[in-house]
């Protein structure tokens, strides 16, 4: 480029350079990276500077690189940069390539001082854009498939960091920051070499190549150290970012007041001090103190407040492991620190990142930065655990043991090991019970964060996935509680926690509605009383009288907050499943969720749908007369909806299609689970008809893109299909997910 440069006619006059800016002027540069210059020049000859330009900017266009050019003056640049918060931000790198080194260093000079003295204004302007790219791209340090650049904790952060520092207001973190941001600079290296596009998204596909090709044996370890970079970076920008807060000027009711220049700060117990909104350590407190942590983080945490960056580094270089076992005032410690809500999460990540946790809790270190493979789940394994320990900040009182919740949302993740994902409540159980042991818990609160761990999973699936008038749901959540009332009230506020940290798809109000529900019943159970329904139940039980005394169906249609309810009654019949699911789908309409259930021959169908309002559903009176038809033979309602599933075929993952055993002593219960169309569950009953099966209940979800059914069946006198039977239903449910039409249809 220099040559290039040096042989244009012009070049040897005073007055003009080639300067670079972007990824060149740092010196980072990517395979895939846009080319950014600016020809500077003083203004004297307009006609020589364009021809310089043509000259330089078409051989670069030739040879294919992707140019990103202007031809400025100084003083232009300053007035971009005036006018333009991204272009000022860029233009702060400008670096020489060749020509007037002066030129350049005036140039850059003129913009730093401009930078600087315009600084507390455009401050707050700088950290609105801040927070909305984060809000926009989320956390490379949480997301399955993190762009590289834009997320928080991502290569922009650290261009960021770098304007923040310029402005001379607040300084940048520099320790642990530097090595991160490399890592994240070679991981997107890796994968634009490997993808040959310009890709900053670290999507699954290309995954393994980028691993291969830095030298990892495992996917999971670049993902992690992903992670853990991002971290770093996010942590120093949120710091940052508070410091640059602080000098934001502030309307003082004494503006000619003169200022306190000694330093303000409040004594806290223990050797601790709060200062500007920091928990900072008194001059002679020492930092080996083995409780001082674990001290500073619940006071942080207990006050809405953060840890000092210098705190932080200290105790993660100083303090010593935790005796085993715990001491009381350890204990006493982190519960108030796991209590602190939302607070604790910055808290908790300061001491993470120092390494102070894995020092205290040995067994963190295993699921520390571990990505999770569930599209539900927005976080790693272990800031999805500190979140659900946040979200228990609701439940504290309304359980008999606050303390062990806490303990169980901490740990209800930690078999998340390699491998063992799809088993983990089985392998976090015992390590989790160790881990509370050794903070010197009794061997009887430990056995039952032991089983809540263990257990975690099933207030959820049973709730969703299987009938709960079947007496076997019932007696399964019994089993799993061990048939303590207090043991079910805390497994339902893990539960709930649990599923609202995963995000919002895994706690929905049809969600929360069903294991309400489920609990409401087992309460009764074991409180020896009759189930009374208090919350209305799932079932309209006179809707189901009504039909059933005139044999007319009844549509209701409701409002509910996470979209339109539709409530059908109808004399059961078979295939009336799949009729309604393909009625629906015929009318464009998109089932999220539903409950199917048969009363005295009466069937009553609770849907969940997507739709803004009851006007975008079909009358109710229509539909009725739709399924009148259909219940008559007339197949020609579906036509359409039939035509287009003869032409699915499945793309994608394979359909998992599994007999539950167990589940339930006078059904046959099949679950199943298959990417979510429109007509996937019209497939499902036609093929559960075509095969000869009544069904006396199904549980429908969905959840990212993802369909997961249950159906109980029986056969059409209502008893118990044989293994057999059951194996022709499996089959035939399979190739209903997989697109292939009932034989003989």
Same mark, same amino acid.
């Given at each position: ?30 395979? &895939? ?118 997320? &928080? *904790? ?41 993808? *040959? ?73 223990? *050797? ?86 894995? &020092? ?288 699915? &075929? ?96």
């Amino acid at each position: 480029m220099i040559d290039l440069y040096g042989s244009a006619p012009g070049t040897d006059r005073g007055g003009v350079a080639l300067a670079a800016v972007g990824s060149l002027a740092r010196r980072e540069l990517g395979p &895939r990276s846009d080319i950014d210059l600016v020809i500077l020049h003083d203004g004297s000859d307009q006609a020589a500077i364009d021809a310089l330009a043509e000259r330089i900017w078409y051989p670069l266009w030739d040879s294919g690189l992707r140019l990103d050019h202007s031809v400025r003056t100084p003083a232009e640049c300053a007035e971009v940069a005036h006018r333009e918060l991204s272009a000022a931000v860029g233009l702060l790198d400008l670096r020489l390539i060749a020509g007037e080194a002066d030129l350049v260093e005036r140039a850059r000079s003129g913009l730093l001082e401009a930078w600087r003295s315009g600084a507390r204004r455009r401050l707050p302007e700088l950290l609105e854009s801040l927070a909305e790219r984060h809000q926009r791209s989320g956390d490379a340090a949480s997301l399955l498939e993190p762009d590289l650049k834009e997320c &928080r *904790g991502g290569l922009r952060d650290m261009i960021m960091l770098r304007a923040l520092a310029a402005t001379w207001l607040t300084d940048q973190p520099h320790a642990g920051v530097r090595e991160p941001y490399q890592r994240l600079l070679d991981v997107r290296d890796a994968l634009q070499v490997v993808s *040959g596009r310009a890709l900053d998204r670290l999507v699954a596909g290309e995954v393994p190549d980028v691993a291969k090709l830095l030298g990892y044996d495992d996917e999971d370890e670049l993902r992690r150290d992903v992670s853990l970079a991002a971290r770093r970076i996010g942590h120093a920008v949120d710091l940052t970012v508070r410091s640059a807060r602080q000098v934001l000027p502030a309307r003082r009711r004494f503006p000619f007041a003169r200022r306190e220049r000694r330093p303000q700060y409040d004594t806290a117990p223990h *050797g601790l001090i709060v200062h500007l909104g920091e928990v900072g350590l008194a001059r002679l407190t020492s930092p080996a103190e083995p409780l001082l942590g674990l001290r500073a983080g619940a006071l942080a945490a207990s006050r809405g407040l953060v840890l000092s960056p210098i705190t932080a580094e200290n105790l993660g270089t100083h303090a010593p492991p935790l005796p085993t076992p715990w001491p009381d005032e350890a204990r006493e410690a982190l519960l108030e620190l796991l209590a602190g809500g939302e607070s604790m999460i910055a808290v908790w990540e300061a001491l993470d990142l120092a390494g102070c946790i894995s &020092r205290w809790i040995p067994c963190w270190e295993g699921i520390r930065a571990r990505p999770q493979h569930n599209p539900v789940h927005r976080h790693t394994v272990d800031r999805h655990s500190v979140q659900a320990v946040a979200e228990a900040a609701r439940h504290l009182t309304s359980v008999e043991r606050p303390d062990l919740l806490l303990l169980g949302c901490l740990f209800h993740d930690i078999g998340k090991l390699p491998g063992a994902e799809h088993d983990h409540p089985r392998v976090g159980a015992p390590i989790a019970r160790q881990a509370v042991a050794a903070m010197g818990y009794g061997e009887e609160d430990a056995a039952l964060v032991e089983l809540l761990v263990r257990e975690h999973l099933t207030l959820a699936e049973l709730a969703t996935k299987r009938d709960h008038a079947d007496p076997a749901t019932m007696d399964a959540l019994v089993g799993a509680v061990d048939g303590r009332i207090e043991v079910l009230r805390l497994l339902r506020a893990l539960t709930e926690a649990d599923a609202r940290a995963a995000g919002p798809a895994a706690w929905s109000p049809w969600r929360a509605q069903l294991i309400n529900a489920l609990t409401e019943r087992a309460e009764d159970k074991l409180a020896g009383e009759p189930h009374t329904g208090r919350a209305g139940g799932m079932i309209d039980l006179g809707l189901a009288r009504s039909v059933g005394l005139d044999g007319r169906s009844r549509i209701i249609v409701e409002e509910k907050p996470a979209g339109m309810q539709v409530i059908i009654a109808t004399p059961d019949r078979l295939g009336l499943f799949g009729d309604t699911a393909g009625l629906l789908a015929a009318h464009g309409i998109a089932v999220r969720s539903a409950l199917l259930s048969t009363i005295d021959g009466v069937a009553v169908n609770t849907w969940r749908v997507e739709s803004a309002g009851a006007t975008d559903l079909p009358d109710p009176a229509y539909l009725i007369k739709q399924l009148e038809r259909l219940g008559r033979g007339e197949p020609g309602v579906l036509e359409g909806i039939r035509r287009r599933e003869e032409r699915v &075929r499945s793309a994608g993952a394979e359909p998992w299609v599994a007999a539950v055993p167990d589940a339930s002593e006078s059904a046959a219960v099949i679950e199943v689970r298959a990417n979510d169309r429109r007509g996937l569950l019209y497939a499902y009953g036609r093929a559960i008809t075509a095969a000869g099966f009544s069904i006396r209940s199904a549980h429908i979800a969905t959840l990212a893109g993802q369909a997961i059914d249950t159906f109980y069946l029986t056969e059409p006198d209502g008893s118990l299909p044989s293994v057999g039977r059951v194996d022709a239903a499996t089959r035939a449910l399979a190739d209903a997910a997989r697109g292939t039409p009932p034989s003989g249809d």
